[in-house]
């Protein structure tokens, strides 16, 4: 067993780590809120051309190859500045969508633009409260009808991978049938919208079956991404208390901060354990993704709630301001917590992955039952 | 990264697996038996020597000391394939192995090391540990037995004072201990270690009667106990540093458990929900258990990082203290949720429903994890210290000699 990064993935972290901290101060993204604007363009460009669009994309679709742990690694200092791009939606998603389901010219077509990074793409699930059915659109003969909201990223995005029912269609958006309204974002630095189809052209990804492990794999990145903001969060938090005179000693010396972060750093331990495992399974050991997947999404949203609550807390009146930082990560946590499923739908894939296992429990326990 | 075996951690399992395949079945303690503790006690001394005379006693102790001098890793392997079979291990062998061989080896003299280390592989000695005191748990140094030097000339030192948590005190042949030599100093210099052994005049132990109906630890009085000087560990006054060399055994030692999830599971689908289904339909209890499972997996593959780090030679230090701080709580609060979930027959079920006896069993022993080896508390602290470089606590104690101390 070896059962941590390699030290090239290290390296990768470290690279990815100076380059954001660099071009995403938090002033930036104070910048990019008053601005109104959709995103950091100027960051997205100099993301792909370091290769970070197309890590995980086959080389022969003009990526790097890649693993999922690889593109965990760069979803988790992604998370940890709270950046302003589409990774998730243009990468972890669409990309991700059509190598799963897509034809070969499908592939061939959009993958290598993707990873450059040239086109954008989104991916439009929800429909509303509630579930993510794909029930209120409908492709019929080539034409798209129905609504999408709320999606992210879908301003900037010329394509766009649409759930439809248990299916997926793909859709360019700059055509006719298409109207895009954008929406008041409660995550301020990911805009997002509601997408109207009126016979619109679209053609079905064809491959079926596929949006369970399309939802396992992206939960897996969702959870690096969630374990880079909570542990960005618990370093805010160590850092202000050290530094926040209270009563005439660090306000970091008082058990009560000291206990609430160490148990912050526990959870942060645990959802980045259960990362770990999840991304590597999801290469090396499929059968196991569901599981891993789902503990992996479920340790992660609870390590990033706590963090970003307990790092506001901790902050005082001052948390509560535009100019202290402790925001960006308050909002970016809901968004993470209800994106490709909520606690609920991971709590019951995660009952349903281990319920062979159960199985196998309850005879051993015997008469009892 | 790799969550399988190497090639050469492979092949050490598969020895592992095929000598205990051979020795371990003879060993086997009977499920749902109720054995009576001196059996429990003869049965584990049985066992360690078996695994001495099979090659697999002490294998992270160095040769020259008659252990095998292998890496954690190994011993980690070998500790998860022997946790398969249901043997006689407990406190009434590992004390020996985890606390007292290490202290002895680091502390101890030659003369000494020879005297206890073999016989205590073989498990011809078994120990007990009397550290804590009633008024002496997480702060250990505030401890008050005294020691003082006969003036008889002997050397011997006349120990008085109480100790209390004592697993299995009343079966082992000795103890480890630590005392007071010097109350005029600040309280962590003036304790002294020793080895005692337990069939001394004037050493008695008492049951307690614990929460759960057991008894498996003891206070033991101690009232003009006679030590020879020769089985004082390390000097006069430097108890202290013995007591970490333990409680650092301690620590690293807390990491295997059993899972405690999925028997839950399976008692809320054997369990009706008044509608037809059962209560692994349920959503508030889909919620918690799920919840609780994911932690479980992450407080195991936490555990592979840091068997991954200790095989790299690192040293986890207070990351170790992580697992059982979330192991702990989250057993507490599952097997609670265990209970609620069978309705108000968790209290009082049928005499043949032994899932649900030993969920109230259980329950009540939770507790015990979250006090015993690093409370809660004390490890947050830690966690806060030494893995967040947060400031240490306020000690009013500090650089006060222990006398007068309140």
């Known amino acids: 067993m070896d059962f941590d990064l390699s030290d090239e993935q290290k390296m990768l972290a470290e690279q990815a780590r100076g380059l954001l901290a660099e071009r995403t101060p938090f002033d930036r993204l104070r910048q990019l809120i008053d601005a109104g604007a959709e995103w950091d363009e100027p960051l997205w460009r100099e993301i792909a051309s370091m290769g970070f669009t197309g890590a995980a994309i086959p080389e022969d679709f003009g990526g790097l190859g890649m693993t999922e742990l690889d593109l965990g690694v760069i979803q988790q200092e992604l998370g940890r500045v709270n950046a302003s791009v589409p990774f998730f939606s243009s990468i972890v998603l669409a990309a991700d969508a059509i190598r799963l389901a897509g034809t070969e010219t499908q592939k061939a077509e959009w993958l290598p633009q993707l990873a450059s990074g040239d086109v954008i793409a989104c991916f439009a699930s929800a429909e509303g409260p509630g579930p993510m059915l794909g029930q209120g659109v409908a492709l019929v003969g080539g034409k798209l009808n129905g609504t999408k909201q709320p999606v992210a990223d879908a301003g900037i995005a010329s394509l766009a991978v649409v759930q439809v029912g248990d299916g997926l269609a793909l859709i360019r958006l700059d055509q006719p049938g298409v109207t895009r309204t954008r929406l008041d974002s409660f995550d301020q630095l990911r805009a997002h919208y509601r997408i109207d189809f009126n016979d619109a052209v679209a053609e079905p990804l064809p491959g079926g079956g596929v949006l369970p492990t399309l939802f396992d794999r992206a939960a897996v990145q969702a959870a690096f991404e969630a374990v880079g903001g909570a542990e960005a969060c618990l370093q805010m938090g160590v850092a202000y208390t050290m530094e926040r005179q209270m009563f005439g000693r660090p306000l970091a010396g008082y058990q009560a901060i000291k206990h609430k972060l160490a148990d912050v750093a526990v959870a942060i331990e645990l959802a980045r354990s259960n990362a770990y495992f999840a991304g590597w399974a999801a290469q090396a050991s499929p059968h196991d993704l569901p599981g891993a997947a789902a503990a992996a999404r479920l340790t992660a949203i609870k390590a990033f709630e706590l963090a970003a609550r307990e790092n506001l807390q901790v902050h005082g009146g001052i948390g509560y301001t535009f100019e202290a930082n402790c925001h960006f990560y308050y909002r970016r946590e809901r968004m993470l917590a209800v994106i490709v499923g909520n606690r609920g739908f991971w709590a019951g894939r995660l009952l349903d992955a281990h319920s062979a296992t159960v199985d196998t429990c309850s005879q051993s326990q015997g008469k009892a039952a | ?406």
Request: charge should be negative; glycine fraction near 12%; proline fraction near 5%.
């Open chain 2, 1 to 406: 990264m790799d969550f399988n075996d190497s090639p050469a951690e492979a092949a050490f399992r598969a020895q592992a697996q095929a000598w205990l395949a051979a020795h371990a079945p003879a060993h086997v303690l009977p499920v749902g038996i109720k054995m009576a503790d001196t059996e429990e006690a003869a049965r584990g001394r049985a066992w360690m020597r078996e695994l001495h005379d099979g090659g697999w006693a002490g294998l992270t102790f160095p040769k020259a000391l008659g252990g095998r001098g292998l890496s954690g890793i190994e011993a980690v392997i070998f500790a998860e394939e022997e946790a398969r079979y249901n043997l006689p291990k407990g406190p009434f062998t590992s004390i020996g192995t985890g606390m007292a061989l290490p202290v002895i080896a680091r502390h101890g003299t030659d003369e000494q090391r020879e005297r206890f280390i073999a016989p205590t592989l073989k498990g011809d000695v078994t120990w007990c540990q009397l550290f804590s005191e009633p008024a002496a748990g997480s702060d250990l140094a505030a401890l008050r037995t005294r020691a003082v030097q006969a003036d008889d000339g002997s050397g011997d030192w006349i120990v008085n004072g109480q100790k209390v948590w004592s697993s299995w005190a009343h079966l082992t042949d000795w103890g480890i201990l630590v005392v007071r030599t010097d109350p005029t100093v600040p309280k962590h210099k003036g304790l002294t270690f020793f080895v005692v052994d337990m069939s001394t005049p004037g050493i008695e132990t008492r049951p307690i009667r614990q929460i759960s109906g057991m008894s498996e630890f003891n206070e033991t009085f101690l009232t003009d106990v006679r030590i020879p000087d020769a089985n004082r560990l390390g000097a006069v006054g430097e108890g202290w540093a013995c007591c970490m060399t333990v409680l650092m055994g301690e620590r690293l030692g807390s990491g295997a458990h059993r899972s405690g999830v999925e028997p839950l599971l399976a008692l809320a689908g054997r369990t009706p929900d008044g509608d037809g289904g059962t209560m692994a339909d349920d959503c508030a209890v889909r919620l918690a258990l799920a919840d609780a499972l994911a932690e479980e997996q992450g407080e195991r593959f936490f555990q592979a990082r840091l068997r991954t780090m200790v095989s790299k030679g690192e040293n986890p230090g207070a990351l170790a203290g992580m697992i059982k701080l979330a192991y702990a709580g989250r057993q507490q609060r599952a097997l609670g949720l265990g209970m609620e979930l069978r309705g108000l027959d968790a209290i009082a079920a049928d005499p043949a429903d032994t899932a649900t006896s030993e969920l109230q069993y259980d329950y009540i022993y939770s507790t015990v994890m979250r006090i015993a080896g690093g409370a809660d508390e004390v490890l947050r602290n830690q966690i806060a210290e030494r893995v967040l470089g947060m400031p240490g606590e306020v000690r009013m104690d500090k650089n006060v000699p222990f006398e007068q101390l309140r």
